[in-house]
Each structure stands twice: as C-alpha cells, then as structure tokens.
C-alpha cells in the first residue's frame, strides 16, 4: 500500500465516522423531541433515552466506527510518517504570514 491507498483509507474510515455520528445525534434528538424532553444542563442525556434501543444501536455503531478511526489513525501516522511529515510542511509553509 502506498500513501496516496492509505489517505484514501483514512478518508473513508473518517467517511464513516461522521456518518455514524450524525445518525447518533439524529437519533438522540428524535427521542428527545418524541419525550417532550430538552436537554438537561450540562449535556447529559436521561436514562429514558440512553436505554431505548435506537439510541444504544446507534451508540454502538459509533464506537465501532469510532474505534476503527483511532486504530486507522495510529497505522497511518505510524507507516507514513515522513509523507505525513512533509504533506504538513508543505501545506503551513504556503499559508500567508500572520
């Protein structure tokens, strides 16, 4: 595999990540909306919804797919790190001074 596949790997695990995310948090708002529930301060979600079914399914794919970035990202930091080096580089050295 070389760096360009790897990128390509990266960005569909990344893909799938903001998929899984977006499902989650639609799923907790319809619950929420179907509850007649705001949230709580401090972010915290009720116990009536973190239990229904939707939302641990919805939760449970998002670690996974939360998981599988990490470990994607690991890998690729570790394999590629000079390209990954470089390509950084390259992009802060043609950003205007500030």
Do not use: C
Not at 48 to 56: A, G, I, L
């Amino acid at each position: 595999m070389n760096y360009q596949h790897a990128k390509l790997v990266k960005q569909a695990a990344q893909q799938v990540y903001d998929t899984a995310n977006e499902l989650w948090q639609e799923v907790a708002k319809q619950l929420f909306e179907q509850q007649g529930l705001s949230m709580i301060a401090g972010g915290l979600t009720p116990d009536s919804v973190k239990f229904h079914p939707d939302y641990q399914a919805a939760a449970k794919k998002f670690q996974a797919a939360h998981e599988r970035l990490r470990e994607i990202n690991s890998w690729f930091v570790k394999a590629y790190k000079k390209e990954y080096a470089a390509e950084r580089a390259a992009r802060y050295t043609s950003l205007p001074p500030a």
